[in-house]
């Protein structure tokens, strides 16, 4: 199958399942990609191979893993839903995501905070108050 009709395949599925627009734009343009760098490949290689060495592919080009996993779901939906081909284990080099780093003020800096008195709110006149109907400036 060649790229233009493997694509039209895939567009043709997203449609019939009501996938969004974005979805359809998005997995049509990793099929894309990966028919691209699937040319430079041996052809004898199995789907599965192809995959792992696209993703290990997009792992090396620092990509972030929410775009990898994007590019591997687009690709795993238009195996399995489009071709209709099961793929099995695909043990490729995957993207790691950021560490996540807690931003707390520390325990010193928490009671400082709350040790502070407590000033009342007091409603602020201008512009805003001024337009309000009924209501009567000083």
Request: net charge positive; glycine share 2%; with cysteine.
């Amino acid at each position: 199958m060649n790229q233009e009709a493997a694509i039209q395949r895939l567009i043709d599925v997203v449609r019939l399942q009501h996938f969004s627009l974005s979805t359809e734009r998005s997995y049509a343009s990793w099929l894309r990609r990966f028919c691209l760098y699937v040319q430079k490949l041996p052809a004898a290689w199995s789907s599965e191979k192809k995959m792992e060495a696209f993703l290990s592919a997009l792992a090396k080009d620092d990509v972030s893993a929410s775009t990898q996993n994007q590019a591997f779901n687009a690709l795993l939906f238009f195996y399995q839903d489009c071709l209709g081909q099961k793929l099995e284990d695909i043990n490729s080099l995957r993207a790691k995501r950021g560490a996540f780093i807690r931003r707390a003020p520390s325990p010193a800096r928490a009671r400082a905070f709350s040790a502070r008195p407590q000033v009342a709110h007091t409603p602020r006149r201008g512009a805003a108050a001024a337009v309000l109907p009924g209501h009567n400036s000083f």
